[in-house]
């Protein structure tokens, strides 16, 4: 099946850097969501985006809803050891129909 | 957002055998889905979970091998059937609780490994 896709594939940064990453598609999607997974978790929910062009924070975390429908990005700021993960984007294309499509995972390293 | 719990949470298997995977939600949900996460990979979906009718799968995946119920509105189960070192993975559940822009919640996983 489709399989969003997702840049950069892993990032090594130091602590306190912030950290950029995307998620392309080439077809729309009318919901976003950005989830982190820890080794041995399942996905937590970080952040969901419903509009286009909107803008979301949570904490540190901030999001955005691309005007194409077809992109989405998140960020990072001053990042910190407990970030350490595997962050994926997902899309989803219409309320009523919840499936969703998960990006290919940006793995984030943290470098003492 | 609702607690999911998967039972079990990992488990070892021999070839040609079946394990079924329980899914249980505290609160009651509109949809569960079916989930699989192979070693070092993103997530793909297998089936919804409709209550108290077959389940809908995605390409790919068949009833025969992955066997669904959902029997009310918090539990579901998932049976990987006749089991091969191929469908050694991760297994999520997910639901989307009640109201317009609720979202999906996934369960914590059970990794199987199959020898």
């Known amino acids: 099946g489709q399989q969003l896709n997702q840049s950069p594939q892993s990032m090594f940064i130091q602590e306190g850097e912030d950290v950029s990453m995307n998620c392309t598609s080439s077809?729309?999607?009318?919901?976003w969501l950005w989830y982190k997974q820890e080794p041995g978790e399942g996905p937590v929910l970080l952040i969901a985006l419903y509009k286009a062009g909107e803008l979301t924070s949570n904490g540190r975390l901030t999001a955005q809803f691309g005007i194409t429908r077809k992109d989405s990005f998140l960020n990072i700021s001053a990042s910190i050891p407990s970030d350490v993960g595997i962050y994926f984007c997902?899309?989803?294309?219409?309320?009523?129909?919840?499936?969703?499509?998960f990006g290919t995972g940006t793995r984030l390293t943290i470098i003492p | 957002s609702a607690v999911i719990s998967q039972k079990p949470s990992r488990d070892i298997c021999q070839r040609g055998t079946s394990l079924t995977i329980q899914c249980q939600v505290d609160s009651q949900v509109t949809m569960m889905f079916w989930y699989r996460q192979q070693p070092g990979q993103s997530l793909t979906l297998i089936a919804t979970?409709?209550?108290?009718?077959?389940?809908?799968?995605e390409s790919g995946f068949v009833i025969d091998k992955f066997p669904i119920s959902r029997p009310n509105l918090t539990f579901s189960t998932l049976t990987v059937s006749n089991m091969s070192p191929e469908d050694s993975s991760i297994y999520l559940c997910s639901v989307v609780g009640r109201g317009s822009l609720d979202t999906q919640y996934f369960g914590p996983g059970t990794r199987l490994t199959v020898l």
């Open positions: 979970a409709n209550q108290g009718s077959e389940a809908t799968y």
């Open positions: 077809s729309i999607f009318n919901t």
């Open positions: 997902a899309g989803q294309r219409d309320f009523g129909n919840e499936k969703l499509t």
